[in-house]
């Protein structure tokens, strides 16, 4: 019995490098063999039962499996259970790629996978995660934790709950309380995908975004490119800028770096501040330049109380007035920025104008037009129409070289053609009464047509002259240097010459044709826009 305690003892005090190399000999059947002890400053056997014996290490233990190595202060492993449990200042290396530390570490040594307590990070030399436990797969490599934890990449701080690490593809899962921050901007959302390689963020599930300047996304689908500055996403996302303005369509690709976002699919942008909507099938939205434009049947909402405005053309763009460069509008940027300092609550700086090109068509249940492109701003209020302009109302219709149309609280106030303006009303079957000169004034109310003055060398009328029983009596063709008339009821009811008034009046049936219309007279209906649907055709 002597014999066999110093025999022991002797084993007990055996230098670490003698012990490891007993262990690299041992058979491969032995489990222990899997294992190697590469170095302790102490160690020892302790039998628990027939069948289990507890190998225990202490001092810089450092041990090895495969390619990967693991040290730690204290060890302990268990032969027949396959397990080891290590203590102190764990250090796991595992082939050069992937260092995880901890304060407590069991681990399998069968399934080589681990669990990690106190203290614990994991970093690929990318990004750093650290949590209070972790549950690591050394053969997939992969690394879990359920208890909370961070990762750390450069400047970029993600927190979960639950977090899945796949170190082979540098990705990771977050879900349960997702908070991403970035100097560029915060995220929140339930579930999220992270590369730390590419830094690149995808998004599968409802996802809250805001950069560093306010504004705002909403996603379900996308991804966000850190490191390039580009980003993706679908699913009818919503951005808005956080003074008023949201967009949202079916795909929105954005590259920061450009500044350039583009929107394809149902593209939606609305101002609330200045009641503007504008519907697309594309939009290019450019942030250096606070501007937009839409392609592909876009359609303008100017909305109002009652009689909202909607807009259609080949193209629109809109900026910011105070960025206006066309000569044509610096007065109009100018009178703005000195005297419009706060618009509707919001700041002048960020009154947007809004252009139209090429076949433009408006509706309003009051005023409906027609021109080739437009230039509109919430700044005066004033709808320009270049290029053909027609403007109806009631049964009038009105066309000029331009016509400006002034709008307040939203309505119809005041509409100025110069050049060539011509004013027709209908006022029964094949009976118009006409208006030309070289500028006109009307003025409306109630959203219709109330007065008109025309201004002429000269200015011309036919007028189909009726009695108090609204009977025509006679065709009045007549000139002078000024033309006032004055409606009732949607209806022209008196006609007023200043002068210099030269004029016949002809009995209704003797009135030659050439006297019933006046040069250049067009009445075009068929170019009036009937409802609002029509826009969409």
């Known amino acids: 019995m002597i014999r066999f305690l110093l025999a022991l003892s002797f084993l007990l005090t055996l230098s670490p490098a003698l012990v490891a190399q007993d262990t690299l000999n041992r058979p ?6 899997i294992v190697q002890q590469i170095h302790s400053d102490r160690l020892r056997f302790r039998k628990i039962d027939s069948v289990t014996t507890l190998q225990m290490l202490a001092g810089r233990v450092e041990l090895q499996q495969d390619n990967t190595k693991f040290y730690c202060d204290s060890a302990v492993i268990n032969q027949h259970a396959n397990i080891l449990e290590a203590f102190g200042n764990i250090h796991i290396n595992d082939a050069d790629s992937v260092h995880t530390y901890g304060q407590y570490l069991l681990y399998r040594i069968d399934s080589k996978t681990a669990v990690l307590r106190k203290k614990v990070k994991l970093t690929d030399g990318k990004g750093v995660l650290t949590t209070e436990e972790l549950n690591y797969d050394s053969k997939a490599k992969t690394g879990t934790y359920t208890t909370g934890g961070k990762i750390v990449n ?7 709950k639950e977090a899945t690490y796949y170190s082979d593809l540098k990705d990771v899962y977050f879900k349960k309380d997702v908070q991403l921050h970035d100097p560029a901007y915060d995220l929140t ?25 306010g ?6 689908e996308g991804f966000y490119d850190m490191q390039n500055r580009r980003a993706s996403f679908g699913k009818r996302s919503l951005v808005s800028d956080g003074k008023g303005v949201t967009v949202t369509g079916d795909d929105i690709h954005t590259d920061d770096s450009t500044g350039k976002t583009f929107i394809t699919g149902n593209a939606v942008f609305i101002d609330t501040t200045q009641k503007v909507s504008v519907l697309s099938n594309k939009m290019e939205i450019d942030k250096k330049t606070n501007s937009f434009r839409a392609t592909q049947h876009p359609l303008m909402i100017v909305q109002q109380d009652k009689d909202s405005i909607y807009i259609t053309a080949d193209s629109m763009y809109s900026a910011r007035v105070a960025d206006i460069k066309d000569a044509a509008y610096r007065d109009l940027r100018t009178d703005t920025i000195r005297s419009v300092k706060i618009v509707d609550g919001k700041d002048s700086s960020d009154i947007r104008f809004f252009q139209c090109y090429h076949h433009v068509r408006i509706f309003s249940d009051s005023l409906q037009a027609v021109c080739d492109s437009l230039f509109y701003s919430a700044a005066d209020s004033v709808f320009r129409l270049f290029t053909h302009p027609i403007v109806w109302a009631s049964n009038s219709q009105v066309t000029g070289d331009t016509i400006y149309l002034y709008t307040k609280n939203k309505k119809a106030e005041h509409i100025y053609a ?14 118009f009464n006409q ?36 009977a025509v009596v006679g065709v009045n063709n007549a000139s002078g240097d000024i033309i006032d008339m004055r409606f009732d009821n949607k209806e022209l009811k008196k006609v007023v010459f200043v002068r210099d008034v030269t004029g016949t009046m002809y009995p209704l049936k003797q009135t030659p044709d050439d006297k019933k219309t006046l040069r250049n007279f067009k009445w075009m209906d068929d170019k009036r826009p009937k409802t609002k649907f029509e826009l969409f055709e």
């Open 28 to 33: 491969s059947s032995d489990s222990i063999s």
């Open 154 to 160: 450069g400047k970029t701080v993600i927190t979960s």
């Open 189 to 213: 959302t339930d579930s999220l995908l992270y590369n730390t390689d590419t830094k690149i963020s995808t998004f599968i599930t409802k996802t809250f975004i805001k950069d560093s300047s």
């Open 215 to 220: 504004a705002s996304i909403v996603t379900t």
């Open 418 to 431: 110069f050049e060539n303006s011509f004013v027709i009303n209908k006022s029964g079957e094949n009976m």
């Open 435 to 470: 208006i030309s000169g070289k500028t006109l004034n009307g003025y409306f109310k109630d959203g219709n047509i109330d007065y008109m003055r025309t201004k002429g060398n000269p200015a011309q009328s036919i007028y189909y002259a009726k009695d108090e029983s609204d």
